[in-house]
């Protein structure tokens, strides 16, 4: 199903939470003087503005960026991405997680993105040209299903690195797709940090998915935060973060994070 359009959502308490922490980890990886792979299954478009007529009919970003940046530590990575997007693309620009990715890796990483949808797919192409200079890592733009490039693209060279599982979870057997393909993806990249995001909602559709993959992996860090409905009737009342193989210092991460939350 290709009808979710991010766009109404960007910058959400969601978005929020996903980006704080994949920023987190990016910029764990790059410390270390090695390559590293970015694998993004559901890329999006890249760049999105927030004061666009989406963001304005939802207003979710008023409610998530807007409201939680200043409470953020200014040197930290996020905060480092949205400074730099907003000088190069405008006061109300909103990196996507790819931007996010691809500004904080280094030449000599990689990345592969993945979307599926015609126009998304476009704009992603569009937004990342800017970044294809020596400053910034090499970037793949595929148009494929995320679901199964997350398999076929498994395991990357270089084998350390990340990958961002983030579906919109319009298809309600995503969740059952999802508990089977993580492992999957597990046993071919055994060293890789796997980060799947998933929303929670008021009738909690995720909760068998997170149940049978934490029986999969005992170890795994899951990350959750609770925020109010955007608006009467949306039935989105918080969002996780599933993590295989968590680097050091996340856990302390997602606390401070949660203590922003509350």
């Given amino acids: 199903m290709?009808?979710?359009?991010?766009?109404y959502h960007a910058g959400n308490l969601a978005d929020v939470q996903k980006h704080a922490l994949l920023a987190w980890m990016l910029d764990y990886?790059?410390?270390?003087?090695?390559?590293?792979?970015?694998?993004e299954t559901h890329a999006g478009r890249g760049l999105y503005d927030l004061s666009g007529p989406e963001a304005a009919k939802t207003g979710e970003a008023a409610k998530g960026i807007a409201a939680l940046e200043a409470r953020l530590p200014a040197a930290h990575p996020y905060r480092r991405v949205l400074d730099l997007t907003r000088a190069e693309s405008g006061a109300s620009a909103y990196p996507g997680s790819p931007l996010i990715a691809l500004r904080l890796m280094r030449p000599f990483d990689s990345a592969t993105l993945c979307e599926l949808h015609p126009a998304e797919h476009q704009a992603l192409v569009a937004a990342l040209a800017p970044l294809r200079t020596a400053h910034h890592a090499s970037a793949r733009v595929l148009k494929e299903d995320g679901m199964a490039a997350a398999l076929s693209l498994t395991p990357p060279m270089p084998r350390r690195g990340l990958m961002l599982i983030d579906p919109s979870f319009e298809v309600k057997?995503?969740?059952?797709?999802?508990?089977?393909?993580?492992?999957?993806?597990?046993?071919?990249?055994?060293?890789?940090?796997?980060a799947l995001w998933y929303p929670i909602l008021?009738?909690?559709?995720?909760?068998?998915?997170?149940?049978?993959?934490?029986?999969?992996?005992?170890?795994?860090?899951t990350h959750e935060v609770r925020f109010p409905p955007a608006r009467e009737?949306?039935?989105?009342?918080?969002?996780?973060?599933?993590?295989?193989?968590?680097p050091y210092g996340l856990h302390d991460e997602a606390k401070r994070l949660s203590a922003l939350f509350r």
């Fill in 233 to 246: 009737g949306h039935r989105m009342v918080g969002s996780g973060l599933f993590v295989v193989n968590p």
């Fill in 2 to 7: 290709l009808s979710y359009q991010h766009a």
């Fill in 202 to 221: 008021t009738d909690a559709p995720h909760a068998p998915m997170i149940r049978s993959l934490r029986r999969s992996f005992p170890e795994a860090l």
């Fill in 29 to 39: 990886l790059g410390q270390k003087d090695k390559a590293f792979s970015y694998i």
């Fill in 173 to 194: 057997t995503d969740y059952e797709r999802l508990a089977l393909i993580l492992p999957q993806v597990a046993r071919r990249w055994n060293v890789g940090i796997l």
